[in-house]
């Protein structure tokens, strides 16, 4: 209650006087102006309807998503062209991401289809398999520039069983939240990458007796956002802010592109390939296989072995691997993709002023090397880094306008670095 001696007497809006029934608050900038309880209210209303309708005009705003929808929708060999500017080779994984993402758009606007509407189409969720350094994650982050969709890539490492440390397996859905600026109905039609699908395998090959918490405990937290229900999703991470709303998303429409390297499998399938069976007609069919490279004979039955349960496996309907580098594709990798290695040094040293080649001998040795250790494409990063890391700490403040790499610098760089010392 104002006091008299203090406050004014009556409300600077209505003029009304204090009363038992019409409290006035003061203000803090002048004690003279002073606003009743009676006025309070009015402008809660007033400002409540008002921000009321803006809530509605900020949930109808998505009518900017389904303005993207209208755009055209980039066809598969579109879509495959866009990725053959960044990712060298793996001609097969491209063909199956591009259908898949293709269809995904083909399923957000099945509902504006006057196409037999009574055949509702389902999605097909993705599993990649592929040895580290072949380009699974920088395919997933390739398609990511070219989608109008939420897009998220999200890490199953750090995932576990509910009620225990880690990350709850309703946090890959935060991410795309997060993509989507909070927008339930766009996320509920977005794309998720989780990488490292393979690390959360089976710690055995029977079904655990104990709680195998990061493995067999996740897969099966999993199958029910990988099929479809709606699943509540904390804003800010789960176990940080217990006190938080839960959102609802229903996953019906989320794409989920599952990828890993499954170390190892190229066992389980070759005793798949040379089970014997009753017959002499066995013979020729194992001649045809490429002992070389067995992941090119992956099915789902290998995934079982390798410790994904069944339930999982058959959410993933569509499985595609990721051919090994050899040295020409790699030799490709470090200078023509858009984002390539070389291009991205060149640049760093470009803004300094200083114009940096390598010669073609250098590039070959980066090339061997990166066979050698059997790093992938990841590794020739890594090598070009230990060649370039001096050259990076002298060159910069001094007048040097051109840098030529050649084979007998990196491969003394390469040396001192404490990589292999054998010439190549």
Do not use: W
């Amino acid at each position: 209650m104002a006091k008299k001696s203090q406050y004014g007497e009556r409300c600077s809006f209505c003029g009304g006087p204090m009363s038992p029934d019409a409290a006035l608050l003061p203000s803090p900038i002048n004690p003279q102006v002073c606003i009743c309880s009676d006025c309070l209210g009015q402008i809660y209303d007033v400002f409540g309807e008002e921000l009321h309708l803006g809530g509605n005009k900020k949930k109808a705003k998505p009518s900017a998503g389904a303005s993207k929808s209208n755009k055209k929708v980039p066809t598969p060999r579109e879509i495959n062209d866009f990725l053959n500017q960044y990712v060298i080779g793996q001609d097969d994984a491209k063909k199956y991401l591009s259908v898949a993402v293709y269809n995904h758009y083909k399923r957000l606007n099945q509902k504006d289809s006057e196409i037999d509407p009574d055949v509702d189409i389902e999605k097909s969720n993705i599993i990649i398999v592929g040895p580290t350094g072949t380009g699974k994650t920088l395919l997933a982050k390739t398609i990511a520039r070219l989608l109008d969709v939420p897009f998220t890539i999200v890490d199953a490492t750090v995932l576990t069983e509910a009620g225990y440390v880690g990350e709850d397996i309703e946090s890959l859905l935060t991410r795309l939240l997060q993509a989507a600026d909070y927008d339930v109905e766009r996320a509920q039609r977005g794309i998720v990458f989780i990488d490292e699908i393979d690390k959360i395998a089976r710690k055995g090959d029977n079904p655990s007796i104990t709680r195998d918490v990061s493995g067999e405990g996740v897969q099966q937290g999993l199958l029910k956002l990988l099929e479809g229900s709606i699943v509540n999703v904390p804003p800010q991470g789960g176990r940080k802010h217990p006190e938080q709303k839960m959102i609802p998303v229903d996953t019906k429409d989320i794409l989920f592109i599952c990828g890993g390297a499954f170390d190892g499998i190229e066992r389980k399938i070759a005793h798949r390939l040379n089970t014997h069976v009753v017959g002499y007609s066995t013979d020729a069919s194992k001649q045809k296989i490429q002992r070389d490279n067995y992941l090119q004979y992956v099915a789902p039955q290998d995934l079982k072995s390798f410790g994904l349960i069944p339930e999982i496996i058959g959410r993933l309907p569509i499985l595609t691997h990721l051919e090994p580098l050899d040295r020409n594709a790699l030799l490709r990798v470090l200078t023509e993709p858009k984002n390539a290695i070389i291009r991205q040094y060149v640049k760093m040293f470009a803004m300094d002023g200083v114009e940096l080649t390598f010669a073609p001998e250098a590039l070959e040795l980066i090339v061997d090397k990166a066979i050698e250790y059997k790093l992938g494409a990841r590794g020739l990063r890594s090598i070009v880094e230990s060649i370039m890391v001096e050259a990076m700490y002298n060159t910069p403040g001094t007048k040097t306008k051109q840098l030529t790499i050649t084979r007998d610098y990196a491969l003394e760089q390469i040396q001192k670095a404490h990589f292999e010392t054998e010439t190549v």
